[in-house]
């Protein structure tokens, strides 16, 4: 006979504790509820926040009129909201003429052959108590054809690639996060290595450069395409000190991401084209 | 209908806050709220609900955030049996104890998922649970006590 003290335990700890221990082993070899939780959970917050922000633009601007207009004297009525109207024009079209210019930008990228772009507005940061990791919400998804590892850029460089994705919005994992690894070479001495994260505070750490492999400072870093996930030759990072250790085999280097990530707006998403691939299939079914 | 209104506004405004202050959790100082105020059904739905949304926008694979909200909900409904809940100690005892869930629950997961986050983080996120806790907790009391419990005398 189970007891009453044992029973308790049985169904309130031991219990839920298998029954959690199952549910996580599973989801970690079949990723089942992360894909649900996206689809679900990422997509309603996606939801949320984007009507949101647009009402938080509109309102600013129409905030911004409404005080414009306001306290205006009598006698120089006229005149004053002439020139107020003359200056918000003057302020409407610097703000146009800013994001003309970053769209511009954005329109310059070459993207490398094979390889096809598409922008995204940011959505929002680390959000909620889940988020430990440095990311961004995009406003891009699966049915954009993006997928997890998708590389994210700027027209400077390299912002971080894909984590998780649901129908519209997609979670990006910043380079500068510690779980971040892109290979890397030399702009000019074409040495490898493997950048990676050390924290939104600190700068990035080149790894595994041999002792006696040349490189200098203030050398971009750009993808070197080992990782298969980048295309190569897009700048991630400029060389900012290098030191040599009697420990170790490697030289200790510290790097500097080129994408300003702290005044990040909107994104590139590059995917790479699936046609050659899928021409290669095409030609070996009909064989 | 009317909870079902209150708690998807509430739902919203938590996302809207936990964007403009990275790494808050809005939720789990409602779902003690909610057990405070004996609302065991509501509970149930909303920790299901409140359970995808944050584990949709984490970036750590399933589990986290079932075993936090778990052990706030046991934690709530265990102290029911045990102490007077409506007592400034318990008040600071159970935001100290949710600061710390979430220290020790984070703590698990990101090594199990053998991931590196800064030990800054971690803590920097607890102090924000540690803060923002008792603040949200009695926000959700008062204003659910306001609009539908003194509405419906």
């Known amino acids: 006979m189970i007891s009453k003290r044992n029973k308790f335990l049985l169904l309130f700890v031991f219990l839920p504790i298998a029954l959690y221990i199952s549910v996580y ?43 414009d207009l306001v306290d205006i004297g009598k006698e120089n009525r ?25 769209l511009q930008e954005l329109l310059k990228f070459s993207p490398p052959k094979d390889w096809k772009y598409q922008g995204a507005r ?5 959000l909620g108590p889940n988020a430990v990791l440095k990311t961004l919400l995009v406003s891009k998804g699966k049915t954009d054809g993006i997928s997890k ?94 030191e040599k250790s009697d420990l170790s085999l490697f030289k200790q280097v510290g790097a500097k991401p080129v994408s300003k990530l702290k005044k990040l707006e909107e994104v590139l998403l ?5 046609q050659i691939p899928k021409k290669l299939q095409d030609k070996f079914t009909r064989k | 209908m009317k909870t079902i209104i209150w708690w998807t506004i509430y739902t919203i405004l938590g996302i809207w806050l936990q964007r403009f202050i990275p790494g808050l959790d809005c939720f789990a100082p409602a779902l003690a709220g909610c057990l405070y105020l004996g609302l065991f059904k509501t509970t149930f739905w909303l920790t299901l609900i409140w359970i995808i949304i944050q584990e949709g926008v984490g970036g750590l694979a399933f589990g986290f955030t079932l075993l936090f909200y778990g052990g706030i909900v046991l934690f709530f409904l265990g102290s029911k049996l045990i102490f007077t809940q409506n007592t400034a100690l318990f008040f600071i005892g159970a935001s100290f104890y949710s600061a710390g869930l979430y220290f020790v629950t984070i703590q698990i997961m990101t090594s199990l998922q053998e991931l590196n986050v800064p030990i800054y983080l971690i803590v920097q996120n607890s102090m924000l649970t540690l803060i923002f806790f008792p603040i949200l907790w009695t926000i959700m009391i008062l204003s659910y006590s306001q609009w539908m419990i003194d509405s419906n005398v």
């Open chain 1, 25 to 67: 082993t599973w989801n970690w070899h079949t990723g089942t509820i992360d894909r649900f939780a996206s689809y679900t959970g990422l997509e309603f917050v996606g939801w949320v926040l984007e009507p949101g922000i647009w009402v938080q633009n509109k309102t600013k601007s129409m905030w911004n009129n409404y005080i």
């Open chain 1, 122 to 126: 940011i959505l929002a940061h680390e």
């Open chain 1, 149 to 242: 590892n998708t590389p994210v850029v700027t027209p400077e460089g390299v912002v971080g690639k894909v984590l998780r994705t649901s129908a519209h919005y997609s979670t990006v994992l910043l380079l500068t996060d510690p779980n971040s690894r892109i290979p890397v070479k030399g702009k000019k001495s074409r040495t490898n290595g493997i950048i990676q994260g050390q924290g939104p505070y600190s700068d990035l750490k080149l790894s595994y450069v041999p002792k006696n492999a040349q490189l200098f400072e203030e050398e971009i870093l750009v993808t070197s395409g080992l990782g298969r996930i980048f295309p190569k030759g897009i700048p991630v990072a400029r060389v900012q000190d290098i």
């Open chain 1, 78 to 102: 006229r005149l004053r909201e002439k020139l107020k109207q003359t200056k918000l024009q003057v302020f409407k079209l610097k703000q146009k003429n800013a994001e003309y210019n970053r």
């Open chain 1, 270 to 274: 590059i995917e790479m084209n699936s």
